[in-house]
């Protein structure tokens, strides 16, 4: 099922090439996380150190080697709060998408999480499904999810194991599920403008996970979602 929808959009033939003296946090970062990455020197006159984004073969993008260190250490903000996050990594979820990432953690998948969170925040309506795999993962998410549903319309859904039981708030629904769904953390938010979404895969070292601002994946994911509702309640 999900693990379908990962594959489908694993393949979209990125690659990075790092312009700079030897980096070994960042390459050690790319290299864990199951992604090729290139370090090509740059002369004394050169600009500073940076990241270059190659899609399908063309360029995509590049980003100063400051802002990529984000991934190592990715801040957290509340929805909303967008003036204390750091640009840089509302920058790294545009250009770094479409890209499976290997090995994450959960501080990582948290950062992404906030970051289509606050765009649904901003959005101010739309529907978000997510989620943490069990409830009781959401109970720390409370604020967040509380401050989301007062001050939007946004249409909220929530999906886990029952493993405890949350609170009714007023724009939030729960379903609940086992089985397949366990293994995953996942949001999907689509909006007037801007979808985005994030699938990731629970393994033995971490999280696989893929995130990006594409339509379609945001549509398969909320397809497959509404599909283990449906199951679960045949």
């Known amino acids: 099922m999900f693990d ?6 694993a393949d979209a033939d990125t690659s990075f ?3 700079a003296e030897a980096d070994p946090a960042i390459t050690s970062w790319f290299e864990t996380h199951g992604v090729t990455v290139e370090s090509r020197p740059l002369g004394p006159s ?10 399908r073969g ?3 993008g590049a980003l100063p080697l400051e802002a990529v260190g984000d991934l190592l250490a990715p801040p957290l903000a509340r929805p909303g709060d967008s003036a204390d996050a750091s640009e840089g990594y509302q920058v790294l979820f545009e250009a770094l998408d479409e890209t499976v990432y290997r090995a994450l953690n959960r501080r990582q998948l948290l950062a992404v999480s906030r970051e289509i969170e606050d765009r649904a925040y901003r959005s101010g309506t739309g529907e978000l499904r997510v989620s943490f795999q069990r409830f009781s993962a959401f109970e720390s998410q409370l604020p967040v999810y509380r401050r989301l549903a ?3 319309s946004v249409d909220i859904h929530l999906y886990g194991a029952p493993d405890w039981t949350p609170p009714e708030i007023a724009g939030i629904t729960y379903h609940e599920v ?3 769904l366990e293994r995953y953390w996942l949001l999907a ?3 007037a403008d801007h979808p985005c979404g994030l699938l990731a895969q629970e393994g033995d070292d971490g999280y696989t996970g893929y995130w990006t ?4 994946f945001v549509g398969a994911i909320l397809d497959e979602l509404a599909g283990a509702v449906d199951d679960e309640r045949g």
């Open 4 to 9: 379908t929808v990962l594959e489908e959009f």
């Open 17 to 19: 090439t790092v312009y």
């Open 46 to 55: 050169g600009p500073e150190p940076f990241l270059a984004i190659e899609k």
């Open 58 to 60: 063309e360029f995509a």
């Open 150 to 152: 007062a001050d939007t």
């Open 178 to 180: 086992a089985g397949e």
């Open 189 to 191: 938010f689509a909006g």
């Open 213 to 216: 601002d594409d339509g379609a």
